[in-house]
Structure formats: C-alpha cells, structure tokens
C-alpha cells in the first residue's frame, strides 16, 4: 500500500475516493478461500503522514432530501488550545449525495470517500431520486440511479461542533471565519433533477464532468 495514489484532490484541497481511485486488494489469504474484497480509500497516516490522524467524534448519518444541511465549517472546541479548522471525513456508503464543496456541488455516488480540507465551508443533502448516472452518460455500464435518500459514516479529526457561514471559499485562517446566525439562509438549495443535472458536477473514478 505504500505511496498508493488514491483518488483525487478539488482545488480547495479536498480528497475523493471513489472507484478506480480505490485500491481495492483480497481481504484475505488466498489458501483460507474467504470471499471478501477490502476497498482501500487512504493510505493511512503511518503510510502517509500528510493524511490526517483522526481522533474526533466518529458515527453515521441519514439523509434524505429534506435534511438541507446548512453551509458550514469545523474547527476545534478544546479552549485550553489554540482553536484550529478540523478534517471531516465523510464515506458515502450507499445512495448518492450532493455536497457543496467551496461553493461548487458535486453529486456523489455510493462507495465514496470525501476528506474534507480543513477550512472548506461544505453541506451535504441527499440527490433527488431520477438522476440516472447511466442514462447521463457517467456511470458507463454500471447503473445507478438517485433514490432520494443516501447512508454515510462520518468521523472528525478533533472534537468539533457546527459554524454556520455565508462564505463559499476555503478559510486560510481561523480568524476569517464569520459566523451566519440565520441557518435558513444558508441552507443547501433546494434542488430537483434538472437542477442537479443544471448546476451539478459529477463525481466518477477519477473524473469530473459538468453537463451544462
């Protein structure tokens, strides 16, 4: 697994992992003849030093398409250091979600890991159901199409909460942060499928295409 390349990076930093940007390998030795395959999205902070260690808050998550998350970002909650942005690592496991990233959306599909650069204001709701990747010409022969709702394990590099903000563009700084006390404002918009399909970009292996 060394040096393994794995997915690839947005302009704001943030990895997505999905799969020929998987290093997928047997689970297990070839004389127990064990089915099971491993799906490998990071290398690991010991094999990589640059990929984040993560000791946060760690859980699932259930979206459908009214849980229209608002803009925010991670930092730090311990007072007793200095406050910090934290990594968010997001892996969808089934469904497809959209994410606002920086203040582009993507349209993520299932068996996709997003490690979210420290400081990039994101949301997340799920995909409305009819957006057919197949149909759109981004799956190729693999069909899949939106259901509405989407499953995801999610886990913080430190203990965090929620910062609400209007900003769309990566925070260098900790102290660029300003803080949107109107949630409703910043909530991810509400999207059908020619919305999705208008202002979407979509996430496939290691391609991003735009439609329109």
């Known amino acids: 697994m060394a040096n393994f390349d794995y997915g690839f990076t947005l302009p704001d930093g943030t990895i997505i992992a999905h799969g020929e940007g998987v290093l997928t390998k047997q689970a297990f030795p070839p004389e127990l003849q064990l089915p099971g395959t491993m799906h490998v999205f990071s290398?690991?902070?010991?094999?990589?030093?640059?990929v984040p260690c993560f000791q946060g808050p760690a859980g699932i998550l259930d979206f459908d398409t009214t849980c229209r998350m608002p803009r925010h970002?991670?930092?730090?909650?311990?007072?007793?250091?200095?406050q910090k942005f934290v990594t968010e690592k997001i892996?969808?496991?089934n469904g497809v979600a959209l994410a606002e990233l920086s203040g582009t959306i993507y349209v993520i599909p299932p068996m996709t890991m997003v490690i979210i650069k420290p400081g990039s204001p994101h949301a997340w709701?799920?995909?409305p159901p009819g957006v057919d990747f197949q149909k759109l010409g981004i799956s190729g022969d693999e069909k899949l199409v939106s259901e509405g709702k989407f499953y995801a394990v999610?886990?913080?590099?430190?203990?965090?909460?929620?910062f609400p903000t209007t900003q769309n563009k990566r925070l260098e700084s900790v102290d660029d942060y300003v803080?949107?006390?109107?949630l409703q404002s910043i909530r991810f918009p509400e999207l059908d499928v020619e919305g999705v399909i208008?202002?979407?970009?979509?996430?496939?292996?290691?391609?991003?295409?735009?439609?329109?």
């Open 43 to 50: 290398p690991g902070h010991e094999t990589d030093p640059s």
């Open 73 to 82: 970002v991670h930092m730090t909650t311990n007072t007793s250091k200095p």
């Open 91 to 93: 892996l969808v496991m």
């Open 125 to 127: 709701v799920a995909c």
């Open 154 to 162: 999610y886990e913080y590099s430190d203990a965090t909460t929620f």
């Open 179 to 182: 803080k949107c006390d109107d």
């Open 198 to 212: 208008k202002r979407g970009t979509f996430v496939w292996g290691k391609t991003l295409k735009k439609l329109s």
